[in-house]
C-alpha cells in the first residue's frame, strides 16, 4: 500500500481544491453518521436502514465525482 501518491486527485479527475471540498464534505458527512449510529446502538429501533442508505448514497457520490 503506498502512503504518498500525489497523483490521486488527478486519478480521480479532480484537481486538488475539488478534491479537498469532496473530501472534507464526506467527512462532514461521516461524522454525521457516526453520531447517528451511536444513537442507533443504544436505541436500535430507531434509524434502523440509514447507514445501509447512506452508504449507497456515498457510493453514488464518490461514482458521479470520478466520471
Do not use: Q
Not at 11 to 30: G, M, P, Q, T
Not at 35 to 61: C, E, Q, W
Request: with cysteine; aromatic share 16%; hydrophobic share 45%.
Amino acid at each position: 500500500m503506498k502512503i504518498f501518491n500525489f497523483k490521486h486527485p488527478k486519478d480521480v479527475n479532480l484537481n486538488y481544491f475539488n478534491h479537498l471540498k469532496f473530501s472534507w464534505c464526506e467527512s462532514i458527512r461521516a461524522f454525521g453518521i457516526c453520531l447517528v449510529m451511536i444513537i442507533h446502538g443504544i436505541i436500535p429501533y430507531i434509524f434502523d436502514n440509514t447507514f445501509s442508505n447512506y452508504i449507497k448514497k456515498a457510493m453514488g457520490r464518490v461514482e458521479e465525482v470520478s466520471k
